[in-house]
């Protein structure tokens, strides 16, 4: 994780259509993927053994990647076993948070409510396991990486297709308004092979702020992912994060879900849906 001197999603979606190594979550070294069910995948990320681990130097959290293996299948994993809480938190910039949080189980919750949106193609699965007497969030293993955003923008690689990829953006940059990400750094944001997006790490998300973070990054949106938005239930987003969030955090989530539904209506009617909704 970057601090607040990192440029955000914002800058880097900004530059996108413009012209404008390998990654630090590198792919596994089987390159074919398993196919497995959500069930199946949640299942091996519990129960498969650990065979190979190395602590990452990426982020200030250092998690851990993990080889696993059933005896049938042979994957990688990330591992992150982060819970600091603290009632006020200097950082090195000199900003501070009230009621600071970076917690494994809000990667948790993360994928529960992108599996709700529809946006589980672009955030791996992540599920709660204890592994070397530390318990925290396991996530599946990103494969095929070819760099994270970062890396994309300091090599000045421009995408191949332009609105496929700003399409692709701008679904994350409205799950990260809606999660409220206080730390939405570019190398949270892998890039594969195949220019596909996958967003990962949100220890620090799930603010209780009823209030967009960036509203300005709020400018176009995926129909279909609108339409979930809109019917986004309280009480099933409760159940799908229980014991992840708390009744707050999840209060938080809905109203800023009214606030992003709301800002894109706005948007339609001033606009028209065309050049807002795709």
Known sequence: MFDRRTRSLSIAVLMLSCCLGAGVLAASDNPSEPKLTDEQMADFLLHAK???????????????????SDGTITHDAIFQPIDERANVKQFDDGHSEINFKDNYKFDIAGYQLAKMLGLDNMIPMYVERKWDGKTGAIGWWVPNVKFDEGQRLKEKVAAPNPDDWNHQMYKIRVFDQLIYDTDPNLTNVLITDDWKIWRIDFTRAFRVYKKLRNPEDITMCDKALLDKLKKLDEDEVLDATKGSLSKG???????????????VDKLVAEKGAANVLY
């Open 249 to 263: 955090e999840v209060k938080a989530v809905m109203a800023r879900r009214d606030v992003i539904v709301d800002m």
């Open 50 to 68: 650990v065979i190979k681990s190395k602590q990452t130097s990426k982020g200030v959290t250092s998690p851990w990647h993990l080889t696993l």
